[in-house]
C-alpha cells in the first residue's frame, strides 16, 4: 500500500483501538463498583459515588496514558502477545497505584476508599482490555477488509519454516495478509529445484538483487526473513538495500518448538544472543495436570451423565451395532491403550478395507473429510464433538489426559519420524493445541509440530487457554470432521 493509506491505516487503528480502550476501562471501573457495592446501594455509600466516580475517571486517564506510552497503540504491535499482555497488566496495577496516591490527596470527610474495589478494578482492567483487544483485532480486520486495505507480504527463503510461515498469515483472516511469493539467493535457486515444485501454493518470484523491483512491484508492506543459508554481510546488505521504503521486518528465528515467553534477547560482549530457559515435565507439571484431569475430567463425566442414555438410543435408533466404540491406540511412550467413544459409523466399518487404507495415508493427514461410513448421528456427534465424552473413562483410569497430543491408532503411530517421536513422550490427550488452531483443516506436519510446541512450552496458563478455546471450537463447531 501507498505511504497515504499507511498512514490512515495507522490513525484508523489508534481511534479504534483508544475508544476500545475507553470503552473496556470504564466499564472495568463500573463493574468493580458493583461487585464491591451491590446494584442496591446502601445509605452510607451514596454520598461518596463522586469520589469513585472522580477515581475512576483518574484511573482511566492514567492508564490510557501509560498504554501510549508503551506503543500498544500503535499499528506495529497490533500482533498479541505475553509481552504485550505483561504491558497491560503492569498498567492496570500502575493505574490502580496512582488512584491510591490520589486518594490521600482529597479530603473525604473522614471515608476510606475500599482496597477491595482497588483489587476488582486492577484484575478487571486487565480482562477486560485483553478481552477488549482480541475483539478490536476482529473490528479492524473487518474495517480494513472492507475498505480492501490489505498487507503485502513478501517471504526470503526457500525452505519449510519460510513455506509454514506464509501458509500461516495466509490462513490468519484477523491480518488480511497477502503474500505475494518468495525470494531467496540465486545459489539457493538454482540447487533447489526439487524442493520449489513443493511451493505450489506460493509464487516464487526471484532473488534478493530484485528486491527493490518487487517492493515497487507489488507495493510491499512486510517483509519476512527465515532463511539460515544467508550470510550475516547478506543480511545487512538486503537490509540497507530496502531501508528507505519503511517496511515492516520480521525474521523468524527458525525455532517453532520455542514459545517467545521462553526466549530472552541480550547482548553478549557485543553478540546478540536468545537465550531459551528450559520446560521439562516434572514431577510439579505431572502433578498439577493429574489434579486438573481428574477433578475435570470427573465434572464433565457427571455434568453429561443424562447425555449418555439419550445419544445412546439415538445411535442405536440410527443404525445396527454398539453404542460405544473401542479402539486400541497408543498411549503415553508407545504404550496401547483402549479408548472408549460413541459409535459414529456403520456396525461393519473395519472391514471397509479400501477406505481403511485411504484413511492410514499420512499424506492425507490420516483423515477423509467425507467419509461413507458415517452414520447420521454420527455425522452430528462428530460435529458437536459429543463422540470424544466416554474418553472421560480413559482420563479417569488415568490413561489419557484432557489436553495433550491425540492418541493416535496404532497404524498411525508406527508411521512416525524419529523427531515426530518425541510427542509420545507424554500423556496423550483428548484435546489439544492444534485441535484450537484449525483442528482438521491443519495438514499433518502443522498437527505434530503444535503438539512438540505444547510439550516445549507447557504451563498453566497454556493448559486453561486449550480448554477455553476448544469449547468455544465445540460450540461454534468449527474444523471437525
Do not use: C
Amino acid at each position: 500500500m501507498d505511504k497515504q493509506t499507511k498512514r490512515r491505516k495507522k490513525y484508523y487503528f489508534f481511534f479504534i483501538l483508544l475508544f476500545n480502550d475507553l470503552f473496556f476501562l470504564s466499564l472495568s471501573f463500573l463493574v468493580s463498583f458493583f461487585v464491591r457495592f451491590g446494584f442496591i446501594l446502601r445509605e452510607d455509600i451514596r454520598p461518596f459515588i463522586s469520589y469513585y466516580f472522580l477515581y475512576s475517571l483518574f484511573g482511566v486517564a492514567v492508564i490510557i496514558i501509560l498504554l501510549a506510552f508503551n506503543r500498544l497503540y500503535n499499528l506495529d504491535n497490533v500482533h498479541p502477545g505475553m509481552d504485550v499482555n505483561t504491558k497491560i497488566l503492569l498498567n492496570a496495577v500502575l493505574g490502580i497505584f496512582a488512584i491510591s496516591i490520589l486518594n490521600f490527596y482529597i479530603d473525604r470527610d473522614g471515608y476510606l476508599l475500599s482496597r477491595a474495589w482497588l483489587i476488582y478494578a486492577a484484575f478487571f482492567t486487565f480482562i477486560f482490555l485483553i478481552v477488549g483487544r482480541v475483539l478490536v483485532r476482529r473490528i479492524v480486520n473487518i474495517f480494513f477488509t472492507k475498505t480492501d486495505i490489505k498487507r503485502n507480504v513478501i517471504v526470503v527463503g526457500l525452505n519449510e519454516e519460510g513455506r509454514r510461515i506464509a501458509a500461516t498469515f495466509s490462513k490468519v483472516e484477523l491480518d488480511n495478509a497477502n503474500v505475494v511469493g518468495f525470494i531467496d539467493s540465486k545459489r539457493k535457486l538454482k540447487t533447489e529445484d526439487s524442493f520449489i515444485k513443493k511451493f505450489k501454493d506460493f509464487k516464487i518470484l526471484g532473488t534478493l538483487d530484485d528486491i527493490r523491483n518487487y517492493i515497487i512491484e507489488y507495493d510491499i508492506d512486510t517483509v519476512v526473513i527465515s532463511s539460515p543459508d544467508l550470510k550475516y554481510d547478506e543480511i545487512l546488505e538486503f537490509l540497507d538495500n530496502i531501508k528507505e521504503y519503511n517496511l515492516e521486518i520480521l525474521m523468524s528465528p527458525s525455532l517453532f518448538e520455542f514459545s517467545v515467553s521462553r526466549m530472552r534477547m541480550f547482548d553478549y560482549a557485543g553478540i546478540p544472543l536468545i537465550q531459551i530457559t528450559t520446560v521439562s515435565q516434572d514431577w510439579k507439571i505431572k502433578v498439577t495436570k493429574f489434579i486438573i484431569d481428574y477433578l475435570l475430567g470427573l465434572l464433565i463425566f457427571l455434568f453429561f451423565l443424562i447425555l449418555y442414555p439419550i445419544a445412546g438410543l439415538a445411535i442405536k435408533l440410527d443404525s445396527e451395532g454398539p453404542v460405544l466404540y473401542k479402539q486400541e491406540r497408543y498411549g503415553e511412550n508407545f504404550k496401547k491403550i483402549k479408548i472408549y467413544k460413541f459409535r459414529t459409523m456403520v456396525k461393519d466399518a473395519e472391514s471397509k478395507k479400501d477406505i481403511i487404507n485411504k484413511i492410514y495415508d499420512k499424506k492425507g493427514g490420516f483423515k477423509i473429510k467425507d467419509d461413507p461410513r458415517i452414520t447420521r448421528v454420527g455425522r452430528f456427534l462428530r460435529k458437536t464433538s459429543l463422540d470424544e465424552f466416554p474418553q472421560m473413562i480413559n482420563v479417569l483410569k488415568g490413561e489419557l489426559s484432557i489436553i495433550g497430543p491425540r492418541a493416535l491408532a496404532i497404524e498411525e503411530g508406527n508411521q512416525l519420524e524419529e523427531w515426530e517421536k518425541k510427542r509420545m513422550t507424554i500423556k496423550q490427550g483428548i484435546t489439544g493445541l492444534w485441535q484450537i488452531s484449525g483442528r482438521s483443516d491443519l495438514n499433518y506436519e502443522e498437527r505434530i509440530k503444535l503438539d512438540l510446541f505444547y510439550i516445549h512450552n507447557w504451563s498453566i496458563w497454556l493448559e486453561l487457554k486449550i480448554i477455553f478455546f476448544t469449547i468455544l471450537r465445540i460450540l461454534f463447531r468449527r474444523g471437525a470432521y
